[in-house]
């Protein structure tokens, strides 16, 4: 089966400027993740997403970050105004039906690398 | 609050021999932990999952514990190979999958 998609793999801005990542998951995976992961640290969970429904976005940095997922298949993160401290890795994954009864199995894609100047 | 604290020095270890990482977390009730390896530039991938009723689980050369009293889990990977150099990292389950910040281990030829 196909991966987890990202694109763009790598990104340079200024600060205060906008940038949009876009993720498609593996096919038929109801459940999709916007990770964080700041060099040297784990991912960090942004929001999650059950088909087109939002189920957890307390960590997401509302004032300057949106995410949406359309249709419940594609997503994009958006971040605007971009900060020097979002440089960072962006990882979206998904997950499928519950593995091995009840847990969730998380499939990355390979990442969108941010770099604010 | 809520902390996940994986081996903070790297691992180096010689080809052949056992690494073992741990993983301690403080202020989660996981029902299960799962362990990813994540190479350079790559998005993490699932390796090992263990249940909070479970003790030990194996996966070929990888074998991981789960002790909820003392809160921590260990992983071993046995008869090291050079590529099995990655950086590893813990996910404790507590209503949502939170990480580690990994361990990066290195096995010499």
């Known amino acids: 089966e196909a991966g987890v998609a990202q694109s763009p793999r790598y990104k340079i801005i200024e600060k205060r400027q906008s940038v949009a990542f876009w993720c498609n998951p593996i096919?038929?995976?109801?459940?999709l993740y916007w990770y964080q992961q700041i060099l040297g640290q784990g991912p960090k969970l942004l929001i999650q997403f059950q088909n087109n429904g939002v189920v957890d976005d307390s960590q997401l940095p509302k004032d300057r970050f949106s995410a949406e997922r359309l249709k419940g298949v594609d997503s994009t993160l958006k971040i605007q105004p971009a900060k020097l401290e979002d440089s960072a890795v962006y990882l979206c994954a998904s997950s499928g039906p519950r593995w091995n009864s009840g847990a969730n199995v998380l499939t990355f894609g390979a990442g969108s690398r941010l770099t604010v100047l | 609050s809520q902390k996940i604290e994986q081996n903070s020095e790297a691992l180096n270890i010689q080809e052949g021999k056992t690494a073992t990482l741990t993983c301690n977390y403080t202020n989660y009730s996981p029902a299960y932990l799962q362990w990813y390896r994540q190479d350079p530039g790559r998005g993490p991938v699932f390796l090992l999952l263990i249940r909070e009723n479970e003790k030990e689980k194996r996966k070929e050369r990888l074998k991981v514990t789960f002790d909820t009293t003392l809160k921590q889990s260990l992983f071993h990977i046995t008869a090291s190979q050079p590529a099995d150099s990655a950086t590893y990292l813990c996910a404790p389950y507590d209503y949502k999958l939170s990480f580690g910040a990994g361990t990066t281990v290195t096995v010499r030829a």
């Open positions: 096919s038929g995976h109801a459940t």
